[in-house]
């Protein structure tokens, strides 16, 4: 079990994890690209990558924030079309349990991700060490809902015990904030959720939830930066050194 560094620099762990999953691409790849801090180590890395080696990509990103990086990196882009499969996604997590079940959509970008991991071979987290948790739940879930539905969506989440706050910008304008779908985007405070499929369940069945944060049986692995260490996480395994990890792809 990975505990989180005593001293974290979460900023430092976040940009080790993300240099240690280059070694996961091959060129020739279609790389889905994740959004937030820790995916936007990788992409500005792979753009670093491209442009001083013969490394050949193509890639799609999971939100026009990380599109605008990938564009500012030089990672050439291909737009969503059908029969599109991306043979690895790389994108941070919120919270990650030892089965590799995931919190996503801190950054609000919790539906073009899933669009991604769900269309790829090999979905890689990336994350600081303080993401990972023995149960999901303590950050609150988000979910992006269509803005007419989104009084009874309330209602919905606060019955199975969530207490959904609308989130709003960041600014002090307390306007709510907007997914890059022109969503509204709903944080549930459940503070514990022991049983993450049944939640997921539940929510699936809610009008108006467009998609929510808890990822289920996507992750293949995890890169998880611990102070200088790097490690390897799968579902139900026990972490392994990153640079002795034999890539299977
Ligand atoms: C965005 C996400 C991010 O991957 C998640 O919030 C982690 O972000 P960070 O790497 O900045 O800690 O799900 O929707």
Redesign the pocket.
């Known amino acids: 079990m990975i505990t989180p560094q005593q001293t974290a620099q979460p900023e430092q762990e976040?940009r080790l994890a993300a240099r240690a999953a280059l070694r996961w691409v091959r060129s020739g790849m279609l790389v889905g690209l994740?959004?937030?801090?820790?995916?936007a180590f990788f992409i500005a890395a792979l753009g670093e990558s491209i442009r001083q080696s013969d490394l050949q990509v193509q890639a799609t990103a999971t939100s026009l924030a990380s599109e605008a990086l990938a564009q500012q990196a030089g990672i050439p882009l291909v737009e969503p079309r059908r029969g599109l499969r991306f043979d690895l996604t790389v994108?941070?997590?919120?919270e990650l349990d030892a089965q590799l079940r995931l919190v996503?959509?801190?950054?609000?970008?919790?539906l073009r991700?899933k669009v991604l991991a769900t269309a790829s071979d090999y979905l890689l987290i990336v994350a600081d060490s303080s993401k990972v948790v023995t149960q999901l739940g303590r950050f609150p879930l988000p979910l992006e809902v269509v803005p007419f539905a989104l009084p009874w969506v309330l209602d919905a989440v606060a019955a199975l015990g969530g207490a959904p706050v609308l989130r709003s910008m960041k600014n002090d304008s307390m306007e709510a904030a907007r997914s890059d779908q022109n969503n509204f985007l709903v944080d549930c405070h459940f503070e514990a959720v022991p049983e993450p499929e049944r939640l997921a369940l539940h929510l699936q069945g809610i009008p108006g939830i467009v998609e929510h944060g808890l990822f289920l049986g996507l992750a293949q692995a995890a890169v998880v930066a611990r102070g200088a260490e790097v490690l390897v996480l799968q579902p139900g395994k026990e972490p392994v050194a990153a640079a002795s990890f034999s890539i299977p792809l």
């Open positions: 976040k994740g959004s937030g801090s820790t995916a994108d941070g997590a919120d996503k959509g801190g950054g609000g970008a919790l991700e």
